[in-house]
Each structure stands twice: as C-alpha cells, then as structure tokens.
C-alpha cells in the first residue's frame, strides 16, 4: 500500500510539473506574440528622410541616421514599426578605435571594408549592447534589425558566441522587434528569440566581381526548411531582392518567385538607398545625353587651384597606364563635382581602365543623403572603357546655387578612372601589351575610348632611332571598340625597345593627344 501510494505521489508530482511547463510555455508564447504577424508590407532604407515614401508601409527598417526622432514619432502615430539596422557580426569602423581587443577581430571584409568580429567576444557583445541601449533611449525604435550573423556561419568556431549574444539581446529587450538576417545554421538555437527572419539575397544579388545584377536559382528544399523552422519558432519570413530600378524582367521574376513560394517580398537598390514602388507597374524613362556638355580628364582639369572637379582624399595620385592617366578612387572620399543644364533625367560617362578590380559604385547627393545611382562593372580586358551613368531628374540637387548652371555631387569608389562627363569625341589609347617568351612578337591593343568613332587611324611601330618599322592602318574604331595588333619582330634583327604611336600627324581630333605614344622595353 505504501509503494502503491509513493508512485501514485511521484506521477501526480511529474503530472503537475509537466502541467506547469505547458503553461509556462504557453504564457511566454503569448507574451511574445509575435508583433508582425499581421503586416502586409515592408520596407528597407538607409537614406535619409522621405517620411511620405515610408509612411505607406507597415514596417519600416533604416539606419539610425535615417530618420530623426521627430519622424519617427510621427510614423509610430501612424501605427507603423521602425526597426534599427544594427551590425552584430561586422564592425563598421576600426575595433581598436571603439577599445575592442585585437583578438576579437577574425579578419576584414574587403566588399564592406569592415571587420569580422569574434561573436564570443565579451567586449564586442557589450559595445553592441550598448549601442543598442543608447538607440532606443534616443529615438525609441520598436526594435532592432540584427545583420551580418553569417559571420559565425563563416567562422563556425564562433557560433556559440553569436548565439549567446542573440539570447542577450533577447533578454535585455524582452519586448522589443527583433529580426534576424540569414544565419540559417543558426536558427534551431536562435528562433525562440526572433521575431522574424530576412532572407537576404532570395530569387536576386548584386554581383561584386561583375557589378551586375543576377537571377538566383531557389532551392524548394532549402524554402521548405526554413518555413517548417518558422512555423516551429513561430517567427515570419521576409525577403529582400535586389535591382536596378528600371530593370523590369528582373524585377518581374523576383516577384513572380515571391508569390511562387507564398512570401513576403521587397526589391532594393545594393546600398538600400532606393524606396522602389511595386505597387504600379515599372515604366521605361527617358534620359538626356546632352544635358551635361562638361568633361573631366584626369591630369588635366581634374584638381588644382584653378579646377575642383574631384575632391576628397580618396582619390589616389595619378597613375600611367600604357600612356594614359588615371586615378584610382578609394573609399567614399572621391567626390566628383558636374555641371548640369537642367534638373531632368540625365546620362553622363565615365571612362575607367577595365582592370580585375571590383566594379565601380557611384553615389549621388540629393540634398540629404546619398543615393546609390550606378554599378559600372569590370570585365579584365585592360584597356580603357567608357559607359554611361543614369541619374534621375529628381536626385539633382544644386550644391552651389552661386555658380550658373547646377552643380551636381557624386561619390566615387573602386576603379581607375580617366574621363567623367560627355566624351563626345574619339579617344584613341593603348591598352595592355605582351611579349612572347621568345621575344620575337608583341601583342599591344589600341581601344577607342570616346562616343564618336574614330576613322582611317594611323599606328606606327618605330625604333629607338625613330625609324618606322611598320606602318598599320585601322579604317574605324567604334566607340568601346578594341583592336589586338601583333607585329613580328624581323629575324636577326637587334632591337632593346620599340615605340608605338597612334595617329602620328593628329588629323583625328581627339580628346588626349599626348597618350598616343608607347614605349615597349623588349628585354
């Protein structure tokens, strides 16, 4: 009787344990009712303002310089949610700078130019914590969007680390919006603490190496476990493409895969500066080629104390590339001042040496902030090329009202740049040369840089007497066209260096004429 009554004791005591888990856990459930749930839109910006853009949506994710308190304010009167952008597994600025070890950092990333942080970092966890803590005192965000926690899926060492300060986020904003980028490996450890995931780069990306816009293939599998995990967490899924705001075909199949597989999607530029509006459908504009007639060459007009078209230190020293001239910009310190006729849709150009770097990015200012309006990409053919930039009438914002004309801001940052403006004319110019191992040949390209062709051009291959060796006639170069030459070195004969030299007695009227001439050192 008394063992009957022990057990009879032990399983009430284990009925009654599991009774209070359930409601325990039903009663967290329901004190974190996920609160977007219910919204039927989203959208992501890291400009500035355009509060009227932002209003139409439910919610609202930006930089904590995007908007000001005031603003803020205003859209949560509205019933809308403001989330904070906010870098957990990257930091922006140097780490020694904010007191963070050395050891915390795991490496740099060259895309961001920003540094991979050890997640198990007590340092790294606090200074995020507090940046946190000061963001919701200032502005009083709903909550926090938490980027780069691939970092941990990179070093997967630092896992533990990135889960435990997703915990501590949790716990230290108990009632706060907290959405998840990727981190995929993550989620089964981190799901009970968010609100929701963004799968970042779903059905299109940015291509770093080409400077383009890409179609992703989806995986059906993948889709599927991460909205079984969703389901299970209880936490909703968010997408975010990106494009070219005009490209419709793209556009049109990332929207196509949104609804294929039942998600909630939105479309942006690469620096999430573009609010893009989908709910009519994207038209084709028109842009002026003529509306700026103004010419940057670098080495000729391009700085001093007369010129001031570029500024900033991130534009490097001059550098000569088979005879021409160009400078490298870095960072987001290469500004670029140009003219305009009107505040209109509008073409310019630029020319960059078409190297292995990473393709060009351009900015422009707008009055607040700065939009990113073009990705120029590279394709390794080193030479010269020239290709057109877009700029939308209402992005030109006059930055000196006391000059005639307008006088338009951009930032600059990746390649090595030659020409900015209106190349309306030839530009003829050496490109890469090789010399076979046997030193018998030479491969050398000529390109033409400029818009207009260039017709019946001369290129003379003379000694270091002056002597023509061989006289070469092209009948046209296009514009962005590239000729490879090859010239067989005569046998026996006793030749240290060549000089190549393109349209000798300047009958095309080109814009650079002193890159026309090219030394070769054959040994």
Same mark, same amino acid.
């Given at each position: 009787?008394?063992?009957?009554?022990?057990?009879?004791?032990?399983?009430?005591?284990? @009925?009654?344990?599991? !009774?209070?888990?359930?409601?325990?856990?039903?009663?967290?459930?329901?004190?974190?009712?996920?609160?977007?749930?219910?919204?039927?839109?989203?959208?992501?910006?890291?400009?500035?303002?355009?509060?009227?853009?932002?209003?139409?949506?439910?919610?609202?994710?930006?930089?904590?310089?995007?908007?000001?308190?005031?603003?803020?304010?205003?859209?949560?009167?509205?019933?809308?949610?403001?989330?904070? %952008?906010?870098?957990?597994?990257?930091?922006?600025?140097?780490?020694?700078?904010?007191?963070?070890?050395?050891?915390?950092?795991?490496?740099?990333?060259? %895309?961001?130019?920003?540094?991979?942080?050890?997640?198990?970092?007590?340092?790294?966890?606090?200074?995020?914590?507090?940046?946190?803590?000061?963001?919701? +005192?200032?502005?009083? %965000?709903?909550?926090?969007?938490?980027?780069?926690?691939?970092?941990?899926?990179?070093?997967?060492?630092?896992?533990?680390?990135?889960?435990?300060?997703?915990?501590?986020?949790?716990?230290?904003?108990?009632? +706060?919006?907290?959405?998840?980028?990727?981190?995929?490996?993550?989620?089964?450890?981190?799901?009970?603490?968010?609100? +929701?995931?963004?799968?970042?780069?779903?059905?299109?990306?940015?291509?770093?190496?080409?400077?383009?816009?890409?179609?992703?293939?989806?995986?059906?599998?993948? @889709?599927?476990?991460?909205?079984?995990?969703?389901?299970?967490?209880?936490?909703?899924? !968010?997408?975010?493409?990106?494009?070219?705001?005009?490209?419709?075909?793209?556009?049109?199949?990332?929207?196509?895969?949104?609804?294929?597989?039942?998600?909630?999607?939105?479309?942006?530029?690469?620096?999430?500066?573009?609010?893009?509006?989908?709910?009519?459908?994207?038209?084709?504009?028109?842009?002026?080629?003529?509306?700026?007639?103004?010419? #940057?060459?670098?080495?000729?007009?391009?700085?001093?104390?007369?010129?001031?078209?570029?500024?900033?230190?991130?534009?490097?020293? !001059?550098?000569?590339?088979?005879?021409?001239?160009?400078?490298?910009?870095?960072?987001?310190? +290469?500004?670029?001042?140009?003219?305009?006729?009107?505040?209109?849709?509008?073409?310019?150009?630029?020319?960059?040496?078409?190297?292995?770097?990473?393709?060009?990015?351009?900015?422009?200012?707008?009055?607040?902030?700065?939009?990113?309006?073009?990705?120029?990409?590279?394709?390794?053919?080193?030479?010269?090329?020239?290709?057109?930039?877009?700029?939308?009438?209402?992005?030109?914002?006059?930055?000196?009202?006391?000059?005639?004309? #307008?006088?338009?801001?951009?930032?600059?940052?990746?390649?090595?740049?030659?020409?900015?403006?209106?190349? /309306?004319?030839?530009?003829?110019?050496?490109?890469?040369?090789?010399?076979?191992?046997?030193?018998?040949?030479? %491969?050398?390209?000529?390109?033409?840089?400029?818009?207009?062709?260039?017709? /019946?051009?001369?290129?003379?291959?003379?000694?270091?007497?002056?002597?023509?060796?061989?006289?070469?006639?092209?009948?046209?170069?296009?514009?962005?066209?590239?000729?490879?030459?090859?010239?067989?070195?005569?046998?026996?004969?006793?030749?240290?260096?060549?000089?190549?030299?393109?349209?000798?007695?300047?009958?095309?009227?080109? #814009?650079?004429?002193?890159?026309?001439? !090219?030394?070769?050192?054959?040994?």
């Amino acid at each position: 009787m008394k063992s009957f009554l022990r057990f009879l004791s032990i399983t009430l005591l284990v @009925v009654l344990f599991s !009774l209070c888990m359930v409601i325990n856990t039903s009663l967290v459930a329901l004190a974190r009712e996920n609160p977007l749930k219910n919204i039927k839109n989203f959208v992501f910006f890291y400009g500035q303002g355009k509060v009227d853009k932002l209003e139409k949506y439910d919610l609202i994710v930006v930089q904590d310089y995007t908007l000001t308190k005031e603003e803020i304010d205003y859209l949560k009167s509205r019933g809308r949610k403001v989330v904070v %952008y906010i870098s957990i597994g990257e930091a922006d600025i140097d780490p020694a700078t904010l007191g963070i070890p050395r050891d915390c950092v795991l490496g740099k990333n060259k %895309y961001w130019n920003s540094w991979f942080m050890d997640s198990r970092c007590v340092a790294w966890q606090d200074y995020v914590l507090n940046r946190m803590r000061d963001m919701i +005192a200032k502005k009083g %965000y709903d909550g926090f969007f938490l980027d780069t926690l691939d970092t941990a899926v990179e070093f997967t060492d630092t896992i533990p680390g990135m889960v435990n300060l997703v915990k501590r986020i949790r716990d230290t904003f108990s009632n +706060a919006i907290l959405i998840q980028n990727r981190g995929f490996p993550l989620l089964e450890e981190t799901g009970k603490y968010i609100d +929701a995931l963004l799968w970042e780069v779903f059905a299109s990306r940015y291509n770093f190496e080409t400077g383009k816009y890409e179609k992703l293939v989806i995986s059906d599998t993948l @889709v599927k476990e991460q909205k079984d995990l969703a389901e299970k967490y209880g936490y909703i899924i !968010l997408v975010l493409d990106f494009s070219g705001e005009y490209d419709i075909e793209l556009i049109n199949y990332v929207r196509n895969q949104w609804q294929k597989y039942g998600l909630l999607g939105s479309i942006t530029d690469l620096f999430i500066s573009r609010i893009y509006d989908l709910s009519k459908a994207v038209k084709q504009r028109e842009y002026d080629r003529e509306n700026t007639d103004q010419l #940057i060459v670098m080495g000729k007009n391009d700085k001093g104390n007369i010129y001031a078209y570029i500024y900033g230190p991130g534009w490097k020293e !001059l550098e000569n590339f088979y005879g021409s001239l160009a400078r490298k910009c870095e960072g987001w310190d +290469a500004g670029v001042v140009l003219t305009f006729k009107e505040k209109k849709d509008s073409i310019f150009y630029v020319t960059i040496y078409d190297d292995v770097d990473l393709p060009l990015r351009i900015t422009t200012y707008d009055g607040r902030s700065w939009p990113f309006i073009a990705s120029v990409p590279v394709e390794g053919s080193r030479v010269f090329k020239t290709f057109e930039v877009k700029l939308k009438g209402e992005e030109i914002f006059d930055s000196d009202p006391d000059t005639p004309l #307008i006088q338009q801001k951009f930032g600059f940052q990746g390649v090595r740049v030659l020409l900015i403006g209106y190349p /309306n004319k030839p530009e003829l110019h050496f490109g890469r040369f090789e010399i076979s191992k046997g030193k018998d040949r030479i %491969y050398f390209r000529i390109g033409n840089a400029g818009l207009l062709p260039a017709r /019946n051009v001369e290129v003379l291959i003379l000694d270091h007497s002056n002597n023509v060796l061989e006289r070469i006639l092209i009948n046209e170069l296009k514009s962005n066209e590239v000729k490879e030459i090859e010239y067989i070195i005569p046998k026996g004969a006793n030749i240290s260096d060549l000089y190549l030299k393109i349209d000798p007695d300047n009958k095309i009227d080109e #814009i650079i004429e002193e890159n026309n001439l !090219l030394k070769v050192d054959i040994k």
